[in-house]
């Protein structure tokens, strides 16, 4: 896994990133004596399972207005909470980094590129990629085009 293109890992310790990819491995490997319906059925799971960006997002945003209807309904200093909680965020989407993010990654909340690669690892076992034709240097437009024709739904 390279961490370096990916804020949110490179800010995670190496030994949880590569704990978080042997387990969607075993994930995989489990799923290689499964049914095509099963290996369906994990694929819309992996659809709807929320990536640490959203998980953020959302804590962030409940944190940010409950100090808002807080600092409004009962006290000012509740006002303190999303002027803690906002530039935390900000920070988080500028450099990849916030304190709730190693809390976040040792609960097994991934990144979007973490849950694809186990999606698309899915699918390859399930076939879906089994059109697409070899690459080869002479047809190089023509396959791109008939890889482009297999990916579609």
Excluded at 118 to 134: S, T, V
Aim: include cysteine; charge should be neutral.
């Amino acid at each position: 896994m390279n961490s370096e293109e990916d804020p949110v890992q490179s800010s995670t310790a190496e030994a949880l990133n590569e704990q978080i990819e042997v387990q969607a491995k075993l994930r995989v490997g489990g799923m290689s004596i499964q049914s095509a319906d099963e290996i369906t059925r994990r694929i819309e799971a992996l659809d709807a399972e929320w990536d640490i960006e959203r998980w953020l997002g959302c804590q962030a945003s409940a944190l940010a207005l409950s100090g808002l209807l807080l600092g409004l309904v009962r006290h000012k200093k509740y006002f303190l909470l999303p002027t803690l909680v906002l530039p935390l965020l900000l920070n988080h989407h500028l450099n990849g980094w916030c304190p709730p993010l190693a809390v976040f990654r040792r609960l097994g909340i991934r990144t979007r590129k973490e849950i694809d690669h186990e999606k698309y690892a899915l699918k390859a076992l399930r076939g879906d990629f089994a059109n697409i034709p070899p690459f080869n240097a002479t047809g190089e437009q023509n396959a791109a085009a008939q890889a482009w024709q297999a990916a579609r739904p």
